[in-house]
């Protein structure tokens, strides 16, 4: 199933109508290669305004279809997600996102939080370096 068709099905059961301006942001979205910024997103399209830009990026953020990853000089860069909970390890080189799971590392965060009488209701955790490809590359 491609983004576009698996974003269609996600967003009719909420009732998401698709209007023009927001299938260009869409498409915009399907075209970018790199994880993106919402400022870059926005550079990109011109014609559509800045409110139905953020606000789209923020509905497929909610129905997981854009993961939202903070990197280390503060800024938000998105990336097309199939769903579900995930972790990321985070090029400093090229930028690129590359997603993981680990059950146990889910389970040791929720003993953690269970050891100190906390309440968990979500956690991330990222990881920064350097792609094997740009190690590759710099070796
Ligand atoms: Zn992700
Ligand atoms: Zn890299
Ligand atoms: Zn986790």
Same mark, same amino acid.
């Given at each position: 199933?491609? %983004?576009?068709?698996?974003?269609?099905?996600?967003?009719?059961? &909420?009732? *998401?109508?698709?209007? /023009?301006?927001?299938?260009? @942001?869409?498409?915009? &979205?399907?075209?970018?290669?790199?994880? *993106? !910024?919402?400022?870059?997103?926005?550079?990109?399209?011109? =014609?559509?305004?800045?409110? !139905? @830009?953020?606000? !789209?990026?923020?509905?497929?953020?909610?129905?997981?279809?854009?993961?939202? @990853?903070?990197?280390?000089?503060?800024? $938000?860069?998105? #990336?097309?997600?199939?769903?579900?909970?995930?972790?990321?390890? $985070?090029?400093?080189?090229?930028?690129? %996102?590359?997603? %993981?799971?680990?059950?146990?590392?889910? +389970?040791? $965060? #929720?003993? #953690?939080?269970? +050891?100190?009488? *906390? !309440?968990?209701?979500?956690? /991330? @955790? =990222?990881?920064?370096? $350097?792609? +094997? +490809?740009?190690? /590759?590359?710099?070796?």
């Amino acid at each position: 199933m491609s %983004f576009t068709e698996l974003a269609n099905s996600r967003l009719e059961t &909420i009732g *998401f109508r698709w209007t /023009a301006p927001r299938r260009a @942001v869409l498409r915009a &979205i399907e075209a970018a290669g790199a994880p *993106f !910024t919402v400022e870059e997103l926005l550079e990109s399209l011109p =014609e559509v305004g800045r409110a !139905t @830009v953020f606000r !789209t990026v923020k509905l497929l953020h909610e129905l997981d279809l854009l993961c939202r @990853v903070p990197l280390e000089d503060g800024s $938000i860069r998105y #990336q097309l997600s199939e769903g579900g909970h995930h972790h990321h390890l $985070i090029c400093r080189r090229c930028g690129q %996102f590359t997603e %993981f799971t680990d059950l146990e590392l889910d +389970a040791g $965060i #929720q003993e #953690q939080a269970r +050891a100190h009488g *906390f !309440t968990l209701e979500g956690h /991330a @955790v =990222e990881l920064y370096g $350097i792609c +094997a +490809a740009c190690s /590759a590359a710099g070796a």
